[in-house]
């Protein structure tokens, strides 16, 4: 597509449900990153992806929050029996380059899917 | 995670002037330095890249390197109200971009 998609845009959950966060990603890019930006702050890591392959996970919370790529373009990021605490703006990002010790590839982000945990 | 600190402000400067946003960073691995800037309910977009010590200028915009210090900063001259904003500072080590918290400009018409 022409530039990186998210669904839903807005999602209400009720505590203790589980969500799944779509993004897909610019057509050909290799990255695909997550990331959890709270009001007011910056964008914080939560895990990538080169092709299919998660690369890093370091920044998922806890285990109720899982990410996947399968093919190596769209992306889920799940968070099982959410909390309230989970409300946050959910990020994702793509960049066309990989693989080098220093990426200097640009990040492309999607408009976001706010969650809000009631 | 790695740490990238900003000033959070806000910043609030006349229209014409020059505007400073100031960042340091922890790791000294990092080789790529980036300044996004997000307007208020809009997504991240990048507006200048670095990694050589030095002055990078692109239009209005110049961005300042120096790993010694772990510094980078941006400067935006002559600001116009459009450039508004929460400009967050990132750093790229690996394959992993971390971000500041941002910091937030106002321009006074």
């Known amino acids: 597509g022409a530039g990186v998609s998210q669904s839903p845009r807005y999602k209400v959950t009720k505590r203790g449900q589980d969500v799944a966060l779509r993004c897909d990603p610019i057509s050909g890019h290799v990255s695909l990153y997550w990331y959890r930006q709270a009001l007011g702050q910056g964008p914080e890591f939560l895990t990538y992806f080169n092709y299919e392959a998660q690369q890093d996970k370091s920044g998922l919370p806890n285990d109720r929050f899982s990410a996947e790529r399968p093919e190596g373009s769209i992306s889920t990021l799940t968070i099982q029996r959410t909390e309230q605490r989970d409300s946050a703006m959910y990020r994702c990002a793509s960049s066309a380059t990989s693989g080098t010790p220093t990426n200097t590839g640009e990040l492309f982000f999607g408009e976001g899917s706010r969650l809000t945990v009631l | 995670q790695k740490e990238v600190e900003q000033n959070s402000g806000p910043l609030s400067v006349p229209e014409g002037a020059i505007a400073s946003l100031n960042c340091t960073y922890s790791?000294?691995?990092?080789?790529?330095f980036f300044w996004y800037r997000q307007y208020s309910g809009k997504s991240p977009e990048l507006i200048m890249s670095i990694y050589s010590n030095g002055d990078k200028e692109d239009g209005r915009f110049t961005a300042q390197l120096n790993k010694a210090s772990q510094y980078v900063s941006l400067l935006i001259r002559d600001s116009q109200p459009s450039d508004s904003a929460t400009y967050l500072c990132a750093m790229n080590t690996g394959n992993q971009f971390y971000f500041g918290t941002g910091t937030s400009l106002t321009v006074i018409p």
């Open positions: 790791d000294r691995v990092s080789q790529s």
